[in-house]
Structures are given as C-alpha cells and as structure tokens.
C-alpha cells in the first residue's frame, strides 16, 4: 500500500517554553506534587509519561486523589478488567458528572458567556450561580415530563449557553444526552436521533452564521413529527420567529423558570453520559456511549495539564455541538474556568471576527481549525498587532493536519507568550490521544507528544512498532474515555470491528503517523474512508443518500483527500443517468440537495461526472482504494484489480489524479 512521504523538517522550534512558563504550567506542579505525594523523581515530561502509562493504576488513581473527585462510594479496584475491548474502570464507584461542576458555584464572575454575531440575539451570560439556578429548573421541568435515569435527551442547537445547560440537567439525573447542530438539516439529525427513542428535544428556532439567521422551525417540526417516543419539546427563542404553541411544547422561559433544589443523582462510573455519533461512512452513524467518570478523569486531565487551563480563565472554542469539541470544551467548567459560547461565522462581519472575540473577552486559551488559520494568513490579519490578545497563553489547533507555513506564520504574530498548542483525537475518546505540553518546544511540522496515559505507538501492517516511518496510530493500553459501547450493539460486534479487528486487543484509530526520534508526532491524515474536514467527521452516507435521490444520479462517491500542503480536497464523483449530461443547472441542483438535506458542510470542493462508480465484487464502493489512487498511489499497488466489477474505472480515477498533480 502507498503511504504519503514524510515531511522536510525545520530544524527549529517556533515555541519555547521560558522558566515562568515552566513554572506556572500546570502539568509542572502536578509532577512536583507526584514527588512530594508518592516520593516519585520524574525528570521531565517524557519521564512523567512513560511512567503515567507503565503505572496506568497508580497514575489514574493518583488523578483522582488530585482533583478531589466526588463520589458517593469508591470501589477498591481502579481497573477491574484491562483488556481492549472491555476494559473496566472504577468498579463499583459512584458519581456524577455534574458535582465537579457544582463545587465550583460560588466563584465570582461568570460561567458561560452567550455571544452572537453583531444583529444576532443573545439571552444573556449566565454567572455560576446562576447557572446552578438554571439547571436545576431544567432538570425539574425534566422530571415534570416522566423522564428517568437512562432516558434519551437530545438537542437540536447551536452553540449557545442552553445547550450547555440542559446537558448538566439531563445528566444530573441520569439520563443520557445527544446533541446535533442547526447546520445538520432534519433528515441528518433524525438518522441519528431516531435509533436513540428520545423523551425530550430541546430546539432554538434557528441560529445566525454569516450575517443571516437561518430559521429551523419546520425542521423542527418534522424532528417531532417522527420522534414518537417525544413526550415534550423544549423551545429555546434564538432567532425571533414566532412559534405556535401546544400543549407538548415547552418555552425556555418555563421550562428554566423558579428555585429548585439539585442534588445530582449518583451513577456507576460506567454510566452513560451521552452519545456521540460517529460520520456514519456506511449505513446509520454509530452512536458512542462513553461514561461519566470516565468522561470526568479524562478531561479533567486533558483540560487541566495539556489545555493548561486554570480556575477563572477563559476558553473560547469555534465549535458547533456536531463535533466533540463542543463536548470538551464542557471540560473548562469543571475547573472553575468560564465558556465562551459564540452562535455565528469565525470570518463575518470581517476575517478577523475571531481574534476580536478572543480580545473582548480576554480569552485565555482559543481553540480553532487550520482553515481559520490560513483564512486569517490570506486575509492579511494581524491577531496580536490589531487585537489586545494579553491574555491568550495557548492557541489549541485540532480538527485536521495544520501547514507548516500556516503554523510559523501563528507563532510569528501571536509572539512567544503564546503556544501553538496543535492536538489529534477523536469523537472515539471525546479527546486527545497527542497534544501540546506547555513544558515541551512547539516544532511547526510536529504535535509536540503523546498525551498523559495514553499508551501511543505505530505499527506496520504486521502489527510491529515502528519509529521514523509511517504507520497506523494505535492505543495499546485502555483509556477512562473509550467507548463504553455502541448504541444497539448489545455483543459489541460492532465496536470490536471498529477498532480491535485489526490488531486484536489494540486500537487501531485510522490514522497515518510517524513517531519521531524526540517522541513527537506527524500526522499524515485519515487512513480510513471517513471525511475529516476542518475537524467534523461526516459521512459519506449522508451525501450519498442525498445526492443519489436525484433522478439524474445514477451513482456517487465521496472521499476526503489530504494534500501534501496541509490542504484538504473533498470531491464527489457522479455517474449520471443515461442521457444525462453535467451542467451548471445540473451541478447546482447537487450541490443544493447537499446544503439542503445533509449541511452546508457537506458540499463538496468539486462535483465531476466519471462514467461509472467502481466497486468490489459483493457491491462496496471502492473509497479508500478511490482515496489512495487519488493521492498518486497506482490501482495495482492499492488493491486486487481482480476483486473490482469494473476494473477499467480505476484507470478513470488515475488519470483524474494524474491530470490535478501535474497543476498542483
């Protein structure tokens, strides 16, 4: 199999950690804690965490004693069971979620700040104490509608501070909660929503991106129309459209209303909290279940020693409640840090509407994407020179490869105060598997090393280590975060399949990585089928369901192609109808059909007309053989011709290949 080249390598740092940074940084303070706790000499970072996935117990174990994490009962064992898959953390412990939360209600200040684009409505911030308030009158009004420990919650919003809220109510009872944002249409979320049988939606009546509001009230409607098991609807006013009331249909204003008591009901550790759902590349997407307590240990880890974020700092993520960043950025509530919610475009009113955000509020970390990044470089912004970023400490970069370029050109304007903090994980572990360590140089081409307790390492397709080449990014040691299971998978024969099949025991997370000499990571994009860009996972079955109901459509293929520059190609190969022929009529009614049925983010870069969509011989479209040909691989070296219905496409597929490398 053809595997992408390794990077040409700066040989300088475009971050280096000065000693205030060494000595503010928390991950520092935690390993002179480790010494003075356990008598434990760890040098540096790279001793810390050789010692964080040799000693996985004591290390864990040692998390919890250090975060003061609540619990009603604590078991004796913290792993019970430590095979993948199926290993089992904290048994017989009780918790929940939400205390670490709550013990943090009486700071000053505020908790969630509700931003919007300049025009755009906003319900207010919201301080910690009331924020307790407000989730304790949403988790009565929860129980008022019937619902119970293990019920299905979901929502239907944009990042806005309700969202958050009704996700600390649902789970301060019990139930499980989802989540799906405005962007996705009804027939996107309902694919994932329907398999859940929910009690309650929870809706705004539209969102603002790109200086229009984008009403969603029949979307809506058709979400109630075909969620039986609905026993209320919860509206949350965004957009000022006027919404028909009914006796199942709950205002915001009432359902958030009075004083009630909250005291958060305990639950195992392994207790769902929500359900994630993966882009769903064949068939419905798949519903990850992962735990509260595994949830907690991990992003209080992450947040606290990678994030590097403190009590009454501010985080400030572009992020949309599809993604799971949406999730982590939860995670800044549970050490006492406030969230920025922002319903809008990073780039509207001007390119630079991020970066201002990040100086109104003084943000301390920003979390954003490449994209944004080499959308700001081309604009000609200057973040630091235009915008007061006094308090930006680290610039958190995830959702797909950043540049090189892209990143030297971040370091060169943000200033050494500030840390390129580039990352990769997953909705999988609703985390990081590499991050930043603000103790460790930043390299432009490189994520600075794996992060605390996880087991990282690469392998060949024999299932061998390998170093200075690439290979498959695995996990060879359980993490707190992994799925608990997938939703209607009572065997788990599905969650086995999707991670364990290929190295039994290990997981196998679909990446290309090379570990270098120093431990630091390159990322060399997805090795799977599924669609990464700007760090939402789609799925190729949504476009496809979409694009193949038109009758001039025969047959589609999507794939998502990393390029050699950190850019990221996403085109969609049609086989028409006979007699039909591409057209800019035709090419439109594509890509609105996408807009429309799937998200504006599924739209392709580039709709072309091939005569045929190959596949193998029991029917599967050929994506990731597609994928590789078209990053130059050649048909023979990616697959078995023979196994192909129509091996003359192939040819097709190269010569399109051959033909954009040459102008590349």
Request: hydrophobic share 40%.
């Amino acid at each position: 199999m053809t595997r992408p080249d390794q990077s040409t390598h700066d040989s300088s740092p475009i971050w280096i950690p000065q000693s205030a940074d060494l000595e503010a940084a928390n991950i520092e303070q935690f390993r002179c804690w480790l010494g003075e706790r356990y008598g434990l000499h760890l040098a540096d970072y790279r001793a810390l965490h050789d010692w964080s996935v040799n000693r996985l117990e004591l290390f864990w174990s040692s998390l919890w004693e250090y975060f003061d994490v609540r619990a009603s009962d604590r078991g004796d064992q913290v792993l019970g069971e430590s095979r993948m898959p199926g290993a089992r953390w904290f048994p017989g412990t009780r918790l929940n979620y939400v205390d670490q939360v709550l013990r943090h209600e009486k700071l000053p200040g505020l908790a969630l700040i509700d931003e919007s684009e300049p025009g755009g409505q906003t319900a207010g911030s919201l301080s910690w104490a009331e924020l307790r308030r407000q989730v304790a009158a949403v988790a009565h009004t929860l129980r008022g509608l019937g619902v119970q420990k293990g019920d299905r919650i979901v929502g239907y919003l944009p990042d806005v501070p309700q969202a958050i809220v009704t996700f600390l109510a649902t789970a301060s009872i019990g139930a499980v909660w989802s989540v799906c944002g405005q962007e996705y249409s009804a027939q996107a979320a309902l694919a994932r929503f329907e398999q859940l049988e929910p009690a309650v939606l929870v809706a705004t009546d539209g969102y603002y991106y790109a200086g229009r509001s984008h009403g969603r009230l029949d979307a809506v409607e058709q979400m109630r129309r075909n969620l039986p098991t609905l026993r209320g609807t919860i509206m949350v006013p965004r957009v000022g459209r006027d919404v028909e009331t009914s006796s199942d249909l709950i205002p915001w204003s009432e359902a958030s209303a009075g004083e009630h008591t909250l005291a958060p009901i305990p639950v195992d550790f392994d207790h769902p909290l929500w359900v994630l759902f993966s882009s769903g590349t064949t068939g419905k997407p798949k519903g990850i279940l992962h735990g509260h307590g595994g949830v907690l240990l991990e992003h209080l880890k992450q947040i606290t020693f990678h994030s590097n974020l403190r009590t009454l700092d501010t985080y400030l993520g572009f992020t949309s409640p599809s993604w799971m960043m949406w999730n982590y950025q939860i995670a800044a509530l549970l050490v006492g840090a406030r969230v920025v919610c922002y319903d809008g475009s990073p780039g509207h009113p001007h390119p630079d509407s991020l970066w201002a955000l990040a100086s109104r509020h003084q943000a301390t970390v920003l979390q954003t994407s490449p994209s944004y990044l080499q959308a700001s470089e081309a604009a000609g912004v200057r973040p630091a020179a235009e915008h007061d970023l006094s308090s930006l400490r680290s610039l958190s970069v995830t959702g797909s490869v950043l540049a090189p370029s892209t990143a030297r050109w971040a370091a060169r304007e943000l200033g050494p105060r500030v840390i390129i903090a580039s990352s990769s994980g997953g909705t999988d572990v609703v985390s990081g598997f590499i991050g930043a360590v603000p103790t460790l140089p930043v390299w432009a081409e490189e994520l600075t090393a794996p992060c605390l307790g996880v087991a990282l390492d690469s392998f060949d397709p024999e299932g061998r280590s390998v170093r200075g080449q690439v290979g498959e990014l695995v996990v060879t040691k359980p993490l707190p975060s992994m799925p608990i299971a997938f939703w209607g998978d009572p065997d788990g024969s599905r969650l086995r399949a999707s991670y364990f099949e290929t190295f039994p025991g290990v997981w196998r997370h679909g990446d290309w990585i090379t570990i270098t000499e120093r431990g630091s990571v390159i990322m060399h994009g997805r090795s799977d089928a599924t669609l990464n860009r700007n760090g939402v996972r789609m799925g190729s079955a949504d476009i496809y369901q979409v694009v193949e109901r038109l009758p001039e459509v025969a047959e589609s293929l999507v794939v998502g192609v990393e390029q050699p520059d950190g850019g990221y190609w996403m085109p969609l190969f049609v086989a028409l109808t006979e007699g039909t022929e591409m057209s800019a009529h035709l090419l439109h009614r594509i890509t609105s059909a996408i807009r429309e049925g799937a998200s504006p983010r599924h739209v392709p870069d580039e709709v072309v007309a091939v005569p045929g969509i190959p596949h193998t011989l029991t029917g599967k479209k050929l994506e990731v053989p597609i994928k590789r040909i078209l990053q130059g691989a050649s048909p023979e070296s990616v697959l078995d011709t023979q196994s192909v219905d129509n091996p003359s496409l192939l040819d097709v597929f190269a010569s399109i290949a051959r033909g954009r490398n040459s102008t590349v």
